[in-house]
């Protein structure tokens, strides 16, 4: 980080700079498609545009290893994760009136009120500062790890207690589902059967 003094400003951007503007428009559109469309797997490979625009700014920050971890984590284990659960749960593939919703307005309004309380952190923590592109990398695997070992370590430990939590969470309520269909099954299973004949779907015999 170099002063803001040292900046050539905002009339003069450099090519690096275009691009990150030009990749963060395509990024901002992947998300908003994500969110409106109504098709489960449009949304799925939208996800994929949008967080592979958020590696390609990594990259142009010099930010390899944040960039690499975005890719491996995000496009290539959450995304795929979420395309499996949407073929083992036999979702809807072309246009789902479900996927819409009636409080889409309050959506948007919450939506918009946080990205204008995270831009103006941002821009309020680093106003005074900007990232010399042409310098050293700045987000190399050396200097996150110090970073993160050494000011984040207690929120990086309490979001991976979190990650647990919501882990046991979710073996624990689909324990209870099982548990909540085993007698249903079992008084089906158990219906009388009289000889030459099946039991139907209710206990009742079909020839």
Do not use: C
Not at 68 to 82: C, P, R
Not at 179 to 200: E, L, S, V
């Amino acid at each position: 980080m170099t002063p803001l003094a040292a900046d050539p400003g905002f009339l003069s951007p450099t090519g690096v700079e275009i691009a990150f503007l030009l990749v963060g428009l395509v990024t901002l559109g992947a998300a908003v498609i994500t969110v409106t469309t109504r098709q489960l797997v449009h949304a799925a490979l939208w996800l994929v545009v949008a967080l592979g625009g958020l590696a390609v700014e990594y990259l142009l920050l010099t930010a390899e290893f944040i960039a690499w971890v975005q890719v491996l984590i995000y496009v290539g284990s959450v995304v795929v994760l979420l395309l499996f659960g949407l073929m083992l749960t036999k979702a809807p593939i072309g246009h789902s009136p479900d996927a819409d919703s009636e409080h889409r307005w309050i959506a948007l309004a919450v939506a918009l009120t946080a990205a204008v309380a995270l831009v103006w952190v941002v821009v309020d923590a680093f106003r005074t500062t900007w990232i010399d592109l042409d310098g050293p990398a700045q987000g190399s695997t050396e200097v996150s790890g110090q970073f993160l070992f050494r000011h984040w370590v207690l929120p990086f430990e309490a979001l991976s207690v979190l990650l647990l939590a919501a882990l046991i969470g979710a073996i624990v309520l689909s324990r209870k589902n099982d548990a909540a269909r085993t007698p249903t099954a079992a008084r089906h299973n158990d219906a009388p059967r009289t000889p030459g004949g099946t039991r139907g779907p209710r206990g009742k015999e079909q020839r």
